[in-house]
């Protein structure tokens, strides 16, 4: 059982030791601070998404039209937020969602091995992205005692996806995320209007320039040339022709826990469960690939179909609020995504912890105040919507 809220209380009493915060508490001062330490077209890249953008806005808005009900005098004064998640014993049902440039984005970068310290110093475990800045070996190195996640972008060469998920194993990442949702690029007029995309000027390819079967593809005169890598990079990357008859193949390429993201729909769920996958991942991408489809209102169905299958969750979650709210909507764990991504473009590793510990300590509080002493006490009915 941990007290996620004694965050708050250390940071009133460094401010009577004469020590200012210089970290935001809210999601708008974070994104507004974040913006000012990146450049104009990675901050598109992270904070733009499909369209018009609707979107990703309405992930953000679907959380603030539902309220909580509060319960008075029923002893919330100790709250357990545990959760046992394909073997891992986690002390938080949060886990940072995978971010394929978290590496540039962060001030020192080296953000996916800032995020794996932030796991390590927090508990939260990372789903670390295909498309790190350095190699996944050397990112679960830097996990201390916090389990990893390994998400794969299924590359349209076999060899190089065995290839990458028995890295994975190897390097003691503990679930296997593969995504769904992005077997080619959605419309994103911000990336257009640079003209600029940051895999495409070598950015979080390291997964791939440390990979035997990649570099073997490369003619050998061109194995040292970035420009060859991308070349290569690019014509890997997507899978358009990736389908539910692949299953069979991807779940007998690893002994880990298989979990599928990008799911947003019941038959989908029913399609993954028979190809006997380990958890449903339900996301939209956070409004940056395939435009208008609501994450948090398909969540429900997801939960109902998805039975006795861990349900994950990301998309618009920007403060402790939303993820109980989550939570009662019957996701099992739910995954942060911009906001850590930000606290990491503000302060590497140190930026991260205050943004999830932060989460934390609200998370804690919203439960505490409003009456609920275990996540297993959140249900659907304690929520209501606000209009
Ligand atoms: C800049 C950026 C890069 C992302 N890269 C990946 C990725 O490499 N793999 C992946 O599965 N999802 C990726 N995502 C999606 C996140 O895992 C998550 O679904 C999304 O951020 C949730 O929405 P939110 O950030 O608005 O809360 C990325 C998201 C952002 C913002």
Known sequence: ??????????????????????????????????????????????????????????????????????????????????????????????????????????????GDIAAAKAAAATGVPLVGSTLMQDPLEEVAANLGQTPGMFQLYTPNDRELAVSLISRAESAGYRALVVTLDTWTLGYRPRDLRHGTFPQLGGAGLANYTSDEVFLRRLPAERRDDPAAAVEQWAGVFGNPTLSWADLDWLRGSTSLPLILKGICAAEDVRQARDAGVDGIYCSNHGGRQAASAPALTFLPEVVAAAGDLPVLFDSGVRSGVDIVKALALGATAVGIGRPYGYGAALGATDGIVHVLKSLLAEMDLTMALNGYASITELHPDILLPVP
């Open 1 to 110: 059982m941990s007290n996620f809220s004694d965050f708050q209380l250390g940071v009133y009493l460094e401010g009577i030791l004469g020590q200012a915060p210089t970290m935001p508490f809210t999601f708008s001062e974070l994104e507004a601070q974040a913006q000012e330490a990146v450049v104009p077209d990675l901050w598109d890249y992270v904070a733009g998404g499909a369209g018009d953008e609707h979107t990703q806005q309405g992930n953000v808005a679907a959380f603030e039209r539902l309220g909580i009900r509060p319960r008075m005098l029923v002893g919330a004064g100790q709250r357990d937020q545990s959760v046992d998640l394909f073997g891992m014993s986690l002390p938080s049902p949060v886990f940072m969602a995978p971010i394929g440039v978290l590496g540039v984005l962060s001030s020192d970068g080296h």
